[in-house]
């Protein structure tokens, strides 16, 4: 029985690069020139910025979203928290990278598969979406209307089987 799945990746390489591109223009820029301003990438899968205060810290955090977007990743999947600000000036921000499918999305996706009316069944397993039927037809159908639809979050399909 045919089938494919429903994922929501970022490739972690790709983030690795787009860090190292703005430590290099990080390192360069005049106005960042003898300050503080730091940028790291945790295990977890986050950004963390640091800069002295709120203006440098909105340019830091341009400088990682524009290499971010040069590097073809979807910043949808990109989540800024709220900069954390200190009375001395010190501005800290996390940009949360989201992975996966996580529950109410995974939701919302298989409702609206279940909605179009097509011979498939969708099952969401682990952090991702299992869509099987009986027609290849089906599951590319179901696919160019997942294309179509806005979920504020990328999607990606893999795993492609007759």
Known sequence: MPS???????????????MNQARKELASRFDFKGTQ??????K??????SAEDA??????????ISKLAKRNIDLRNIDAKEPII???GHARQELAIKQGLD??????????IKNLG???????Q?????????KRDDLQQVITFLRSQDFHISLSYKNFRD
């Open 55 to 64: 203006s440098r810290l909105k340019g830091l955090r341009e400088i990682v």
């Open 118 to 124: 097509l011979k498939v069944q969708s099952a969401q």
């Open 4 to 18: 494919f799945d429903v994922v929501s990746e970022v490739d972690r390489q790709e983030i690795d690069n787009a």
């Open 44 to 49: 977890e899968g986050s950004i963390q910025l």
């Open 37 to 42: 301003a730091t940028l790291e990438l945790n």
């Open 103 to 112: 529950g109410d999305k995974a939701k919302e996706i298989i409702k609206s």
């Open 126 to 134: 682990d952090r991702q979406i299992r869509v099987t039927g009986n």
């Open 86 to 88: 200190s009375p001395l």
